[in-house]
């Protein structure tokens, strides 16, 4: 054993090595920075509002804010309203892609869906018409109508709700049949994005069996326990620590968080991956899925929305604990120096250009 490593028992007895790059703080201290953060992110809600384009999901009250965090070796940390159920809408592209992936193959997938962030909206369908022939990643609306496509013939709904409650442990997962009517009301832009489909030879299911197949999956009531507990899965390589259960590939596991990082956050993922670094799903419910790889899965719901569609207060309080808590990405405790004194970089950076 090296030594920067270590060896800890979890809740189950089993003996885990871990390095201590990738330790977290001790839970008392971890608890406290993440209370102060809450503080300081609920002053971010004003500034933020619920999806009301959805008409259920405009009832939902702007002032909530929860999270859970779900450390593979130590207990969990929940603060908030962690327990209170919302529906996961974008989220659940997570586990259509992960199940895509596993089901149909990763030559399949991205035949009908490319890799690249797109610069657009979650729900544009511009630069599809017009310079595109396939969805840029299966992380934006049409890019998972695409991936229902290619599910629709080998999985049931039932199927994902099921799978969706083992990999979530939370067998109270269901379809919130008030947002799924609300939804499949003013669907228009994804309607239209699903014909599109169609007409590029992408979707060849039918499309309005698709569009409720992915309706649908927006619709499930999770909560931001729900949601650490499958980040946490993803943290671990696609494995349920406590129980050895593997949910999904390890290469599989690796697509999903390499995509969340670029594309998870819409057209604002450049600049949460740069404040962040922890790669995040959002959803216009007010859910975050992030993945501090090989540390922590958390879960974080915040219905007050910035103009991207992410959680306002769930984007700055994930900012205020990212490299306090050691989740940022790119974390390293011997690399985590920086100066503020900005005339010294200056000075550094002529000194450079001379040579």
């Known amino acids: ?52 384009y959805i008409p259920e999901l405009g009832k939902a009250d702007p002032h909530q804010l929860g ?37 149909c193959g990763l030559k399949a997938v991205f035949r009908k869906v490319g890799m690249e962030p797109s610069g657009e909206a979650f729900d544009s369908l511009v630069e599809l018409d017009v310079n595109n022939s396939k969805p840029y990643n299966p992380l934006i609306n049409s890019g998972a109508l695409a991936v229902c496509g290619l599910l629709l013939p080998e999985v049931s709904f039932q199927d994902m709700v099921r799978y969706t409650r083992n990999v979530c442990a939370d067998p109270d997962i269901e379809l919130n049949n008030d947002v799924f009517d609300s939804e499949m009301k003013t669907c228009s832009r994804n309607r239209s994005i699903a014909y599109l489909l169609e007409s590029k030879g992408i979707i060849t299911t039918d499309v309005e069996d698709t569009l409720r197949f992915y309706t649908k999956m927006c619709s499930m009531n999770v909560t931001a326990e729900s949601l650490a507990n499958l980040a946490v899965i993803l943290a671990n390589d696609g494995v349920d620590e406590e129980t050895g259960r593997r949910f999904m590939s390890s290469r599989t596991a690796r697509i999903v968080k390499t995509l969340m ?29 992030s993945v501090s790889d090989k540390r922590a899965g958390l879960g974080v719901f915040g219905p007050a929305l910035d103009p991207q569609g992410n959680s306002i207060a769930g984007c700055k309080l994930l900012r205020e604990i990212s490299n306090e808590l050691r989740l940022n990405l790119f974390y390293d405790p011997e690399w985590n120096t920086e100066t503020e004194d900005e005339n010294a970089m200056i000075r550094n950076i002529r000194d450079t250009q001379a040579i």
């Open 1 to 52: 054993m090296s030594e920067k490593q270590e060896t800890k028992k979890n809740d189950s007895g089993k003996q885990l090595t871990v390095e201590k790059h990738y330790e977290l703080q001790e839970q008392s201290k971890a608890t406290e920075i993440i209370k102060k953060a809450m503080d300081l992110a609920r002053e971010e809600i004003p500034k933020g509002k619920v999806a009301t």
């Open 67 to 103: 999270i859970v965090m779900n450390p593979l070796i130590g207990e969990k940390i929940c603060l908030g309203d962690y327990d209170v159920r919302f529906t996961m809408q974008s989220v659940s592209k997570v586990i259509m892609l992960i199940v895509a992936l596993e089901v």
């Open 261 to 289: 990082l670029t594309c998870g956050m819409y057209d604002g993922s450049g600049a949460f991956a740069i404040k962040v670094g922890i790669p995040t799903k959002s959803g216009v419910g007010g859910g975050l899925l």
